[in-house]
């Protein structure tokens, strides 16, 4: 398992068990409640509240109900709470420093005088300034309290200080109490016998359109809007379900702080209300339960469902979101400060299950859902979603929060059915269906608002703006009509502004991209010409390029908008950063083509951070690219820093321009048009947006989708494959000998010299080359050479040169080199040669661990002799100017060979491969060469225009007239040699160099196969297409039918071998891998697939698009039939049964 | 790097749709209920109107039914008898018009609870192996003066189930008064505060034919039958326990303690107070203000010294309650405090203050 795979698996994995378990949770709750609600219902038919009401024996309770600018309402509500059936009963209401005229209307109202009273400290609180009780003995129960501003808490705390009796209840002042509320709320402190209830909770219902007189609720009406209508769902499923349970389980943690009922002595010695939250009602709850538990003191914290506190709740977004930032503020809080407790099997139910619940199910909940909602839009943007199963998942989600809601109303409507109306029921459920939708997101959101709050160390309460619950209030005015209006409208007006702002933003990135766009077209031309079809290469480049922007423009709009609704200067510095990293690295990867000519790909990825540094540093970062890059950063900074103040665009636009880049992203616009060339393989390449392709490239490398690929039939070209299932590849071994015909005998066993020319390409090698041949020796010597012109390399790259031609061996997914440590065991003619009494020496001028050439090397038996194997008196090539140099030049690893195999008596297999013709393309006696390359032009009797094209790349052409020369040098060298006469010298490239531009995709695997020998009865030239794998087979079948060669009978061959037709055809059907990801191109018969893309190549390789849907589904089936093998490949460690093995 | 594999949560689609189908046919059951569950009520709603209709009739004809007089039941409530819901439905009315009565009327509609043999229904309820039931079975028989159920009732009083032992502890009294409260000699239970009012309610304006019983219960093993004792003993006003009364302010138990000393506060002997204030130093706080509240009502300038000590108490609290009873036992009445040095310094001012303002309201 990788880990990308383990994270994905964990975090997929991880959500879908907490949602599990969230839901187990759920149903339990559910289940739990309906047991304890009925018990409460059915006790509760034995109580008689008359007699209770009646009784002297109750315990007295005094409530405490702070006020804070509650003017409009307070005398009213006083007035309510005057009339609540309860014999031992006071009111305090305490005024905390309300700015408004609450108290002067109290004292009018009730007729209230100052008192001296002695106020006994238990707990420290702001100071009181006068307590007034009223001259009206019809109001002896009350007491006003008038003090400085301390919050809730404090004004709660001195309360508690002044409140004469055991009990307190703790409520807010605008609530509507039932008249039994409290001789309900008292029962549960009189019923319990063995442990003391030190808190009780009541019910909250949401009286917002219930009609209210004199304090006194008349009618109970459901919510008209839909806000408080939610919230009266959400109030029925979390009090009526889930307290219900936790109050059966005796972990309740929470009592409301706008109705609960306290025993004070319990309060006092915990220290009364935190002052220091914004969750006072929890934490102290928490702290209560906390004290019991450490003083091992049995308690319990009791909760009854009756209806008996109404209030109104929020019916604006506003009001609503700060209630809810606060709401998680202080669970945070109180978690925090309880920490302790949490998992503590001290601390029993409370810390093993009520604390743990809290944390891991409210508290984390919003967090977990809010990231996941955020990686499911980074996944769905990288097509992670399987969105059948997102969608079932997603329907089952939603079915069962609706369901949730739907039993918490049918609890409701067995139970106290407050909604007696069956359309009032049914309106109900209609709210709960539309909540996932409309109101949960809000909630979530607001969540993490109040983490981030949190974070910030942000503790205020945030206004609780009322419109009232009196008839009074029935008609509100202008402003509160307009108010929730203007609530709904703040964070939508917040979207709007940020909208507009991401659309100046993604204009100014679109343009920056032009901007690439221009400076790279300018350099390109500069460098290669004006190349062919220009203005589609333009017109192509410029829709390819502004549709990324567009594409990806999706993701810092998305981040931008969410974060510009916490933080606008932090929204700002993401998008400008994010815009320069692309534009910069859009810019980085420009220059990269400017160099190699090919755009880079995933193949990045398949090199080692040793291997980049090696290309890098041979290329080199030019002044020019560097100087560039530091205007463009500056430019674009500017342009981000200007153009928002100039540019402001309408709200239409701006959603038009959003709305855009957002259908843009969904359509995948770029990777349509980045289909649209014009025509040219060079051209396509100019045109087409080197991220994009990067990022694909990327992308489709690291996660693209397992293939599921075809099983296809063998075909009569097909191998006879002896057991598919254990080892695909083997197969029974043709033994066609097609080279046998031109060589002679001899009894000696004869040498091989395997010369790879780096970057050795048929386009300006040998007669016909469309570029012209700069390789005179190579020409002359395919002359007197079986040679094949229309030869193919399996790679586009290095990477595949060795196992191709020495091993037929497939790709695996990166390379069979990438295999490394991991390669399985397998054929090839090295080590068949080794079984045959063969020296096997590979020579190479650089460091053979590029590309883990070393360890195929190893693997196989083969000595290597690379650059460490040098003595002082080889020269090396010339270094670039941070003093790179790949190694050894040519001419003098070919010498290395001589020097280190002359005298070898046993035959010999020498492997030589050439880096001379390698960019930087920096040579010995360079200029000489450069000389040779305008004699050769004069030679090819080239135009000025054709000179002046071809001078674009003098090095490129001059490193090959180098190597030519070395390969001409060695010849006749080694023809000094008493084992000439017995040596085969085999001549290819390792694929077409692509620093010089390319014509057709086919080009760059178009190489020279020369086989040279004095063994030779004749030369010959093929037409017929060959490719890299089919040496080996073809080499083996030749020395098995010449020189009785032990060879296996099974091979893993990809490779049929040589075709020796003399006039153009293809018999075989092979892959090719341009680059370590990518694995896209596979010719057959004279058909070449290109991803999706079919051409027929043509006698002198060239490709034309064809549309011929029968061919390329028989194409698409072969080369599925070969992928589908070719991904067993990593997980065997051998290719082949050890039965096999020569002995 | 090989390609993630992201095919995990291809569950089985079958997987879901089934989830899905389970999904709709339980939301579609819990909208049957709903609906269902309101259909029901409002025909039970309309038939209870009915029902009353009818039923009323006959209650209101039993009311003012004389001996000589039968109740006259139509066919049409013999034909709806049948009904076992039309039966509770019956009893319940029964019960609460019986509830809102007193006197002869009460006994007729006794007999015609008996008459319609609704006590069979009751009875049966009693042997109901749930609670609630069993519990309503209690309750109405009773209400309804069953003694004839007495024993199976009376072995309820010490029923594990706190509803059923309430309810059966409820209806003893109801049926036998104060007898009835010889289940305290075997309560094995605590009683709860709620039920100590329930019975204390039942009890109200009955009076006990001696005080043994009480003797005993006050030194019952069970803390709340000795609480439950002192309750009934203050508010029946039983003076001959006073000594038996204040053995109970050496118990342990907190509540014992505050209860007797309510008892000596309503029925004080000769040297109450004393006795009081020779228990402040063996107690806690909540017990040391009890005392200090209660020398208001049987205090006398005998404990005028020990109240001034007080005000030089640590807890200010304890201070202020001092101080208030002082002001009550002292002849100079709040001027008293107000001649103290310290009268002008904090707390003794606000305590002063406050105590001034209450006894001139």
């Known amino acids: 398992m990788t880990w990308q795979q383990f994270i994905f698996d964990l975090f997929t994995y991880g959500i879908l068990a907490y949602s599990l378990l969230l839901l187990t949770f759920y149903i339990s709750i559910a289940v739990y409640s309906i047991a304890e609600i009925r018990k409460h219902l059915r006790i509760n038919y034995f109580t008689d509240f008359r007699v209770l009401a009646a009784s002297d024996q109750l315990p007295g309770i005094s409530i405490v109900a702070p006020a804070y600018n509650e003017a409009a309402n307070i005398v009213e509500n006083v007035r309510s709470m005057l009339s609540i059936h309860y014999n031992k009963l006071e009111l305090i209401i305490i005024n905390d420093g309300s700015k408004d005229d609450s108290l002067q209307r109290l004292i009018k109202a009730y007729d209230l005088y100052k008192i001296n009273i002695f106020i006994n400290e238990k707990i420290p609180t702001k100071k009181v300034r006068g307590v007034y009780k009223s001259n009206n003995p019809v109001f002896h129960r009350l007491v006003i309290v008038d003090k400085e501003n301390g919050g809730k808490s404090d004004a709660l705390n001195v309360g508690i200080n002044i409140a004469r009796y055991g009990y307190f209840v703790c409520v807010d002042v605008d609530c509507v109490l039932e008249q039994d509320a409290l001789l309900k709320m008292i029962k549960p402190f009189l019923e319990e016998t063995k442990t003391r209830v030190i808190a009780s909770g009541g019910v909250i219902r949401i009286a917002n359109d219930c009609i209210i007189e004199n304090g006194k609720l008349i009618k109970i009406n459901l919510p008209k809007k839909y806000l408080p209508r939610i919230q009266t769902i959400e109030y029925i499923r979390a009090f009526l379900l889930g307290r219900m349970a936790w109050s059966r389980l005796n972990g309740l943690l929470l009592i409301s702080g706008a109705f609960g009922a306290f025993d004070k002595e319990i309060v006092i010695k915990c220290g009364g209300y935190s002052t220091d939250t914004v969750g006072e009602d929890m934490e102290l709850i928490v702290r209560m339960r906390r004290y019991m538990e450490e003083n091992k003191l049995p308690y319990k914290v009791n909760f009854i469902p009756d209806p008996l506190c109404w209030t109104e709740a929020p019916s604006d977004y506003k009001i609503l979101g700060r209630q809810r930032n606060r709401w998680t503020r202080g669970t945070i809080e109180t978690l925090w400060a309880h920490k302790k407790m949490f998992f503590n099997p001290r601390y029993g139910l409370l810390g093993m299950v009520s604390y743990p619940y809290w944390f891991f199910f409210e508290l984390l909940a919003p967090i977990i859902e809010f990231a996941g909602m955020a990686i499911f839009i980074f996944f769905t943007f990288l097509g992670f979603i399987h969105w059948p199963t997102f969608l079932a998942l997603l329907v089952c989600l939603l079915l069962f929060g609706f369901l949730y809601s739907v039993f918490a109303i049918l609890m409701e409507v067995l139970t106290y059915n407050q909604y007696k109306g069956r359309k009032d029921i049914f309106k109900l459920i209609g709210t709960a269906f539309l909540e996932p939708f409309l109101f949960h997101p809000f909630v979530v959101w607001s969540a993490i608002r109040g983490n981030i709050d949190y974070l910030r160390k942000k503790n205020t309460w945030g206004e609780m703006t009322r419109l009232g619950l009196s008839p009074n209030h029935s008609q509100p005015p202008v402003a509160a009509i307009i108010k929730p209006l203007s609530g709904h409208g703040w964070l939508l007006q917040k979207i709007i502004h940020a909208v507009k702002e991401a659309a100046v933003y993604v204009v100014i990135l679109l343009s920056s991209m032009l901007l690439v766009k221009i400076y790279e077209l300018i350099r390109d031309v500069g460098h290669f010409g004006v190349p062919k079809n220009f203005s589609d290469v333009i017109k192509f480049g410029i829709i390819n390029d502004l549709s990324f922007a567009l594409n990806i423009a999706i993701i810092p709009v998305t981040i931008f908008i969410l974060i510009f609704l916490l933080n606008k200067k932090i929204a700002r510095f993401f998008f400008v950063t994010f815009s320069l990293l692309l534009i910069v690295i859009h810019a980085a990867l420009a220059e990269y083509f400017l160099e190699t000519l090919v755009p880079l790909g995933a193949d990045l990825l398949g090199y080692s951070l040793a291997d980049i540094k090696q290309t890098v540093g041979a290329a080199g970062i030019s002044m020019t690219f560097i100087l560039s890059a530091a205007t463009m950063v500056a430019l674009i900074i500017s342009l981000f820093i200007i153009i928002p103040k100039k540019l402001k665009f309408n709200v239409r636009f701006s959603v038009v321009m959003i709305s855009v880049s957002v259908l843009a992203s969904i359509f995948s616009i770029a990777s349509i048009t980045n289909k649209w060339k014009p025509g040219q393989e060079f051209s396509n390449n100019i045109s087409l947006n080197k991220s994009y392709y990067f990022y694909n490239s990327c992308f489709r490398s690291l996660y693209g989708r397992k293939e599921k690929y075809l099983f296809v039939p063998a075909t009569e070209t097909a191998f006879e494959y002896v057991d598919e299932a254990h080892y695909p590849f083997l197969h029974k071994v043709d033994s066609t000998d097609v080279l046998s015909p031109f060589f002679n005998k001899k009894e000696a066993k004869p040498n091989i010299v395997f010369i790879v020319v780096e970057g050795l390409g048929r386009a300006f090698s040998n007669k016909d080359a469309y570029l012209g041949s700069f390789t005179p020796y190579l020409d002359s010597l395919s002359g007197k050479s079986l040679y094949w012109s229309n030869f193919l390399s399996s790679g586009g790259r290095t990477f595949a040169m060795l196992p191709s031609i020495f091993g037929s061996l497939p790709f695996s997914k990166n390379g069979f080199l990438e295999l490394g440590d991991q390669m399985p065991k397998h054929l090839s003619l090295l080590n068949i040669l080794k079984e045959n009494g063969y020296s096997t020496n590979f020579f190479y001028g650089g460091d053979a661990g590029f590309d883990n050439m070393d360890k195929f090397l190893t693997a196989n038996g083969t000595k290597i002799y690379d650059e460490k194997t040098f003595s002082a008196n080889y020269k090396k090539m010339p270094a670039t100017s941070n003093g790179f140099t790949w190694g050894y030049a040519d001419a003098e690893v070919l010498n290395r060979l001589n020097e280190a195999t002359a005298e070898m008596k046993t035959p010999t297999c020498n492997v030589v491969m050439t880096l001379s013709t390698h960019n930087p393309f920096l040579i010995n006696d360079q200029d000489k060469y450069r000389g040779f390359f305008e004699q050769r032009m004069k030679t090819l009797n080239f135009n000025e225009a054709e000179k002046t094209e071809h001078r674009r790349y003098t090095d490129q052409y001059a490193s090959i007239l180098y190597a030519d020369e070395a390969i001409r040098n060695f010849m006749n060298s080694y023809a000094s040699r008493d084992d000439f006469n017995n040596t085969i010298f085999i001549v290819t490239g390792d694929h077409r160099m692509p620093e010089i531009p390319m014509s057709t995709k086919i080009d760059r695997y178009h190489v020279p196969l020369i086989i040279y020998s004095p063994l030779l009865k004749r030369s010959e030239s093929f037409g017929a297409l060959s490719t890299h794998m089919d040496i080996t087979p073809s080499l083996l079948a030749l020395l098995k039918h010449q020189y009785n060669y032990k060879v296996p009978t099974m091979a893993t061959w990809l490779g049929k071998g040589l075709d020796t037709a003399r006039s153009f055809r293809n018999i075989h059907s092979y892959p090719f891998m341009q680059t370590k990801s990518d694995i896209e191109d596979y010719v057959m018969d004279e058909y070449m697939l290109h991803g999706d893309e079919l051409f027929k190549i043509s006698d002198n390789m060239n490709l034309d698009p064809v549309t011929d849907d029968k061919k390329k589904a028989m194409l698409k089936s072969a080369f599925a039939g070969f992928m589908q093998k070719n991904s067993t490949l990593a997980k065997t460690t051998s290719m082949f049964p050890d039965s096999l093995l020569i002995k | ?361």
């Not at chain 2, 209101?60 to 008898?81: C, F, G, R």
């Not at chain 2, 239970?189 to 019983?213: A, C, D, F, R, V």
Request: aromatic share 10%; proline share 2%; with cysteine.
């Open chain 2, 1 to 361: 790097m090989q390609a993630l594999n992201l095919t995990f949560l291809q569950i089985d689609t079958i997987v879901f749709i089934r989830a899905i189908y389970i999904f709709l046919v339980i939301l579609s059951a819990l909208f049957g209920i709903i609906l269902g569950f309101t259909i029901y009520k409002r025909r039970i709603e309309k038939n209870k109107k009915a029902w009353h209709q009818s039923l009323a009739g006959i209650i209101s004809q039993a009311i003012v039914l004389t001996e000589e007089e039968t109740i006259n039941i139509t066919d049409e409530i013999k034909k709806l008898l049948k009904k076992s819901i039309f039966r509770r439905y019956v009893i319940d009315e029964l019960i609460h018009a019986l509830k809102n009565l007193s006197g002869a009327s009460t006994l007729n509609l006794v007999h015609l609870y008996e008459i319609l043999e609704l006590n069979i229904d009751s009875f049966k309820k009693l042997h109901s192996k749930r609670w609630h039931i069993k519990a309503k079975g209690i309750q109405e028989l009773g209400i309804m003066n069953q003694k004839k159920y007495s024993r199976e009732i009376f072995r309820l009083t010490n029923h594990p189930n706190e509803l059923v032992r309430n309810e059966a502890q409820c209806s003893i009294i109801s049926l036998y008064g104060f007898s009835g409260l010889r289940f305290l000699n075997v309560a094995a239970y605590p009683i709860s505060k709620l039920q100590q009012i329930e019975l204390l309610n039942k009890l109200k304006g009955l009076k006990p034919k001696n005080s043994e019983g009480f003797k005993k219960w006050l030194q019952s093993s069970n803390e709340s039958v000795v609480i439950f004792s002192l309750k009934l003993a203050t508010s029946v006003n039983l003076h001959n326990l006073y000594d038996n009364v204040v053995n109970c302010l050496q118990s342990n138990c907190l509540e014992i303690k505050l209860n007797a000393l309510e008892y000596i506060k309503k029925i004080p002997g000769e040297n109450s107070a004393g006795i009081i204030v020779s228990h402040y130093f063996f107690n806690n706080k909540i017990f040391r203000l009890a005392i200090i509240d209660a020398l208001r009502d049987i205090g006398s300038e005998n404990e005028i010294s020990f109240l001034l000590s007080l005000l030089h108490d640590e807890d200010d609290e304890i201070k202020a309650a001092g101080a208030k009873s002082l002001s009550w036992l002292h002849p100079l009445g709040a001027d008293f405090l107000q001649a103290h040095s310290f009268a002008d310094q904090d707390p003794w001012k606000n305590i002063f203050l406050e105590i001034k303002n209450e006894r001139a309201a």
